[in-house]
């Protein structure tokens, strides 16, 4: 990461605005819909260049409106993955950490969406529910009532993983660790217990199942449940909604994870940053994307997630979009950023069109994903 990252961006001093025209289509999917961003089409000059009075363009709203699917949703959600081929899978399980402390980015709909993606990609994935509010567990259909083996039985009580963990119905190798209301006291009950920053890293490291990629949910909170997710983990993958005040406070969690990083786990690093609920009706959205792009450069996915009336109908229903409606917008466009997760981590890296060995990277053994 560069060390510019650290400075808190001003995203109302921008003037680097683009429209919603900025999708280019998906890298290597036929079907339409994910949103990505095409580096080099600025189209600024044919926008005004001064906001509305609700900071709206004209252009027709991009969200995805249409009746869910019918019929079985495995089958569905694995048509949509069938078109955009299969992904290489890691040699060793990636564990990415899902943090910003600010509240209602959509850290947990990332974590459930593109967890169920990879699944449906043929890895073996785990979602570590961190957040006492325990969304993650509800929209994963996992039952998460007080009585329920949890996270904190494993942080508090030493309880083994593979205890607690409840395979996820629908969704084929996709498995969850539930956290249940008990979790809001563990922050207080973590501070006098041993090794209180690394009981998720020993708890991980203990487990034997294999894996692919391990996703934790954390809370909105720098405390010690985040901090034990950024001692287990490797990557941080930090979600950024695309509003007013987005960056505010990102300061503070690349500090954390820099402390962390000296002092407790040498191999964590900012890998991916995830813009999510971009409206394309709103210029406030695309100049925050610059913003976060020209901040963070590279680490930045190129795909996007819309904000979709899909995405957020589906935790009511104990499900992910990608089950609950497989060709909307937000399923699509989860499948497109968890295929950019997975090239990454195998040093692959696409500019739209081609794709690129990135620079330095020895990982030429790509095994492919079963279907
Ligand atoms: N792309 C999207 N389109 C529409 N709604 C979305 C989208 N992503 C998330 N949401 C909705 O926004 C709200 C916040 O999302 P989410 O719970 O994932 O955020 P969070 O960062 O995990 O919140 P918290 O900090 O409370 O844990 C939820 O109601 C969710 O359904
Ligand atoms: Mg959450």
Redesign the pocket.
Known sequence: MAGSVHREPDVEESESLRSDANIAGPMTDPVPGPRTESPGEDVSASMPTAFGPEGRSETPPPMDDTTPADGAPQAGAQAAVRSGGGLPRPEQTRVIVVA?Q??????????VNLAASLALHGSRVLVIDL?P?G?ASTALGIDHHAEVPSVYDVLVDSKPLADIVQPVQDVEGLFCAPATIDLAGAEIELVSLVARESRLQRAIQAYEQPLDYILI????SLGLLTVNALVAGAEVLI?IQCEYYALEGLGQLLRNVDLVRGHLNPRLHVSTILL???DGRTRLASQVADEVRSHFGSEVLRTS?????R??E??SYGQTVLTYDPSSS?SLSYLEAAREIALRGVGVRYDGRHAHALPGNNQHSMQEGNR
Request: proline content about 16%; aromatic content about 4%; glycine content about 12%.
């Open positions: 910003n600010k509240g209602g980015v959509g850290k947990t709909t990332t974590t957040d509010q969304n949910d954390c809370p909105p979600p999510t609920m971009y997630i819309p904000r979709s009336v995405i957020s589906a935790p937000g």
